[in-house]
């Protein structure tokens, strides 16, 4: 166990809608990164906040969009949601430093139908 | 575009062999490297990580690095049917925090 959570850990949305996910931090992590992980590929890079800004984006369009809280838990927003959006979404927390290290929580699986 | 290439395998070792597995990477900048196990429906779990050159060990896991020819690998010794697990191996691509994954590779422990 990582102390990373996430909710929820499986949602089910229709084209078009918007949903947000939500990660709380690992106790003493100050980061936050989001990651998406299609069925059989490994995890990309959505962005990442530190210190509430973000701080390094994916190659992703401004539909996905976060935030991150003072107490360094943070939401994932994705609006119009498309097809391609199915997905796990990770939420990997860390702390700011030359040898950081991501660790990632359990996962949002989401269907868009 | 930085990338990060893995056999998708499967690799299929019998039980209490060596597992190898291998990574190359593309971004010469490149200072942070990472193991990290999944199971079939679960997220990614850190096995090892790794900065410099050579081998660093943890239990039955050794990470080996080489930045010249871009190349990282894991070796796990004395292999169990619980190490069936697909394996990604993270970088850290220089001038970010951002991590790049490759696809990773299917271990399969034959009992």
């Known amino acids: 166990e990582t102390g990373v959570t996430q909710s929820p850990t499986h949602l089910i949305k229709t084209r078009g809608q918007q949903v947000t996910l939500r990660c709380s931090s690992q106790?003493?992590?100050?980061?936050v990164s989001w990651y998406q992980q299609a069925l059989g590929q490994g995890p990309q890079f959505i962005f990442q906040?530190?210190?509430?800004?973000?701080?390094g984006r994916g190659n992703f369009p401004p539909r996905f969009s976060g935030l991150q809280f003072p107490n360094y838990s943070s939401e994932l927003n994705v609006n119009a949601l498309e097809l391609d959006d199915s997905a796990l979404y990770l939420c990997?927390?860390?702390?700011?430093?030359?040898?950081?290290?991501?660790?990632f929580g359990p996962g949002t699986r989401l269907l868009v139908l | 575009q930085k990338e990060v290439e893995q056999n998708s395998g499967p690799l299929s070792v019998p039980e209490g062999a060596i597992a190898s597995l291998n990574c190359t990477y593309s971004?010469?900048?490149?200072?942070?490297f990472f193991w990290y196990r999944q199971y079939s429906g679960k997220s990614p779990e850190l096995i090892m990580s790794?900065?410099?050159?050579g081998d660093k060990e943890d239990g039955r896991f050794t990470a080996q690095l080489n930045k010249a020819s871009q190349y990282v690998s894991l070796l796990i010794r004395d292999s169990q049917p619980s190490d069936s697990a697909t394996y990604l191996c993270?970088?850290?691509?220089?001038?970010?925090?951002?991590?790049?994954f490759g696809t990773g590779t299917r271990l399969k422990v034959l009992a």
């Open positions: 106790s003493g992590h100050n980061t």
């Open positions: 971004d010469r900048g490149s200072q942070s």
């Open positions: 993270a970088v850290g691509a220089s001038g970010t925090y951002k991590y790049i």
């Open positions: 990997a927390s860390s702390s700011r430093g030359t040898q950081e290290t991501q660790y």
């Open positions: 790794i900065y410099s050159n």
């Open positions: 906040y530190y210190r509430e800004e973000e701080n």
